[in-house]
Structures are given as structure tokens and as C-alpha cells.
């Protein structure tokens, strides 16, 4: 590009004058080649190289010393282990299935919440719904009267309810007997209470 072209340029651009005479000084004064210096490149590059192959061919000539080394400081193992060691871990195995065991454990968990059954029979304990429990603690706070307080804080009633609606009788528990439908006296019963 030549200096009148510039001058040109910078001109519709609308420079102020001076700053074209310190370009114009700055064109004659010679300027910086646009070309890349290849050889510093060419030297880095050359050097990367060069430590990349003396690195391997070192690693390649060392890894027989430590290979020995190694078998010295550790025998070999018995060839009888494999035909006759223990592969497997003794039973139980924890946890061979977390996912099963998480879904059968949140099923045993379900079927406690919402079925009738035995705590203590013995005592004559039993576990109701919790659907049917929360009916029963809203009933009995709706009622005027005494309210003698609970094990948990519940105003129980010592007169004799209705029986509870009847329910599906839902799948024991594994290794559970069925429990029986108990009566509305045996579901509010605690220990050492009245009932």
C-alpha cells in the first residue's frame, strides 16, 4: 500500500493532520515484516521432540530394572491358590442387589403402616392402619369431655367405640402369621394402661 493511499484512507476517515505526518514518518522509517520467525519455531518444536524420545527411550530401558526389583521383593503366589483358594467372600454377601433390597425394604416398611397385626400378643398389643389410627386420634379430640393423656400424648377414651371399618386383609410380612381383625379396645390398649 503506498503512502498516498493511506494518506487517502486516513483522510475519510477523518484523522487529524498531524497524526498523517507521524504515520507518513513512521512508513519511511521502515516497518515490522508480517512474516512469523520459523526458526525459533523450528527450535521449540525440536527441543519438545527430543525430550518425548530421550523420555521413552528412558522408560524403555528402565522398566526391566524395576520388573526385577519388583520379583525379588514379592514371590510369585502359590499355584495352588487359584484351584484351591477362596474365590468369593464367606456368605452372607451384603448387599447383592442394593436395589432389590431398598425396594423390599420399603415394601415391609408399607405393609406396616397400612395392615392390622400383632406387636405383642402376649400383652395384647396390636398395630392398626395409620390411615385408620389418624381417624380414631381426630375422632376422640372432637369429643367433649375428660381426656385422660396417653403414652404419646393422645387423649384416649375409656368407653368402648364402634368397631374399625373393615379392611383387605393385606399379604403377611415373611416369616409373620396373619394377625387377626382386633377390636377397637385392643388397638388403643398400651401397656400398664387403661383401656
Not at 124 to 152: H, K, S, T, Y
Not at 165 to 182: D, K, V
Request: net charge negative; aromatic share 4%; no cysteine.
Amino acid at each position: 500500500m503506498s503512502t498516498e493511499a493511506t494518506r487517502r484512507d486516513h483522510l475519510e476517515i477523518g484523522r487529524d493532520p498531524e497524526d498523517l505526518q507521524a504515520l507518513e514518518q513512521a512508513i519511511a522509517a521502515g516497518h515490522e515484516e508480517d512474516v512469523v520467525q520459523t526458526r525459533l519455531l523450528n527450535r521449540a518444536l525440536t527441543v519438545v521432540v527430543g525430550l518425548l524420545v530421550v523420555g521413552g527411550a528412558v522408560a524403555y530401558l528402565i522398566q526391566p530394572l524395576f520388573t526385577a526389583m519388583q520379583e525379588k521383593e514379592y514371590p510369585p503366589a502359590n499355584p495352588l491358590a487359584a484351584t484351591y483358594g477362596r474365590s468369593e467372600p464367606p456368605a452372607p454377601r451384603l448387599q447383592v442387589d442394593p436395589k432389590l433390597d431398598l425396594y423390599e425394604h420399603r415394601l415391609a416398611e408399607e405393609r406396616v403402616l397400612t395392615t392390622y397385626g400383632w406387636v405383642d400378643r402376649e400383652k395384647g398389643i396390636v398395630r392398626i392402619p395409620i390411615e385408620r389410627a389418624i381417624d380414631l386420634i381426630v375422632e376422640r379430640a372432637a369429643r367433649p369431655g375428660p381426656r385422660p393423656e396417653g403414652r404419646a400424648g393422645v387423649a384416649i377414651q375409656a368407653q368402648p367405640e364402634a368397631q374399625p371399618e373393615a379392611q383387605p386383609e393385606a399379604a403377611p410380612a415373611p416369616g409373620e402369621e396373619p394377625a387377626p381383625q382386633p377390636e377397637e379396645n385392643d388397638a388403643t390398649r398400651q401397656p400398664g394402661g387403661t383401656p
